[in-house]
């Protein structure tokens, strides 16, 4: 090899080892990268672009969290970003567009030192933008809700220090923190979110009672269920949804409490209420069920007065239960019912 050939090989493999990267300087990951353009986003007020910023709601609630250098900020002025980052959001179209933002700010806000009221702003906003939070939302707010009410502050108190920082509570603020509670089994707390509503200036609708109802069914709270749909029905004078009513129906069938199933049925009646087809067949089951047979044809004779026939192998099973005790003149007359009614 020719000494110029030898010094030119050697020097390009200095060259090559001289442009290897370096083990002691640290790569930028792409969480540094998203994090360093929201800041500078935010820095410059830039905020409508954030959006554009979010590649994956996968993303926007990794760890460590975007956002979470506002936490550098002292805590009036990391208020007033949150604030004007909610505000300068809401004319994007379509709605949905900033939802990645927002769960990214719902998930700083949830897990930062003092959730509350802060997290509850944006929470708000992703509910009247018409999306929903990520299922994680659940637990994580429920826990600070638990946190601030062991501190014996009042569910009102906690909702109106939204006022604070220039928000109002509604109903889909407690509407989804009781579905949050009833997901990780805190019926009870859920029961006094619904109770303090009325001092935070929110009204309980159907969604309100429904859940909670829901939640108590399914966990054969029939007392508690029970509660629930006189005071919805009777004072606040709200008409629940069918499914609501079969789901207590349904619980009281499962319990064994058939005669307080008919009374809440009587009830729902006498209210105006339309007790649909699905709860009274319920209703004649479960009374066949504990061999209450005289209720059985009270039941028939009163779903056949609304035009509801039950099935035919409901109809031969109260016939031959009354005929069976000895009831043989209600036995004809439900059997005579259903003759009028060609079935």
Not at 227 to 243: A, F, H, N, S
Not at 283 to 307: D, N, S, W
């Amino acid at each position: 090899m020719k000494l110029g050939t030898a010094r030119t090989s050697s020097f390009l493999l200095h060259f090559h080892q001289f442009l290897r990267p370096c083990s002691s300087v640290p790569s930028i990951t792409p969480a540094q990268t998203l994090q360093e353009s929201i800041k500078a986003a935010v820095e410059s007020k830039s905020y409508k672009k954030l959006p554009d910023l979010f590649p994956s709601l996968q993303e926007a609630c990794q760890n460590p969290n975007p956002f979470s250098f506002l936490s550098t900020f002292p805590v009036n002025f990391r208020t007033q970003v949150v604030d004007e980052i909610l505000q300068s959001l809401i004319p994007l179209r379509p709605r949905s567009r900033p939802q990645f933002v927002h769960a990214s700010l719902l998930f700083y806000t949830l897990q930062s030192p003092s959730p509350l009221p802060l997290s509850l702003p944006v929470l708000q906003r992703i509910l009247h933008s018409g999306c929903f939070p990520v299922p994680q939302t659940h637990l994580l707010l429920s826990s600070a809700w638990l946190k601030q009410r062991r501190q014996s502050k009042s569910v009102a108190s906690i909702l109106l220090d939204m006022r604070s920082i220039g928000y109002e509570p509604d109903s889909s603020i407690c509407n989804y923190l009781i579905s949050s509670l009833c997901a990780i089994d805190e019926l009870a707390e859920a029961f006094q979110v619904l109770k303090g509503m009325g001092g935070a200036g929110c009204v309980p609708d159907l969604e309100s009672y429904g859940t909670l109802i829901s939640s108590s069914t399914a966990v054969r709270r029939t007392a508690e269920a029970v509660e629930l749909l006189k005071e919805m029905v009777v004072k606040v004078k709200l008409t629940p949804r069918r499914g609501t009513v079969i789901n207590v129906v349904a619980a009281l069938r499962a319990n064994r409490e058939i005669r307080r199933a008919v009374e809440i049925i009587e009830l729902l009646e006498k209210e105006s209420y339309n007790v649909g087809f699905e709860s009274y067949e319920i209703l004649v089951e479960g009374c066949l069920e504990c061999r209450e047979y005289i209720l059985a044809g009270k039941v028939v004779m009163g779903m056949t007065e609304k035009g509801y026939i039950p099935y035919i192998r409901v109809r031969h099973k109260v016939v031959e239960g009354l005929a069976g005790i000895g009831e043989t003149e209600l036995a004809s007359a439900v059997r005579r019912r259903f003759a009028e009614l060609r079935s």
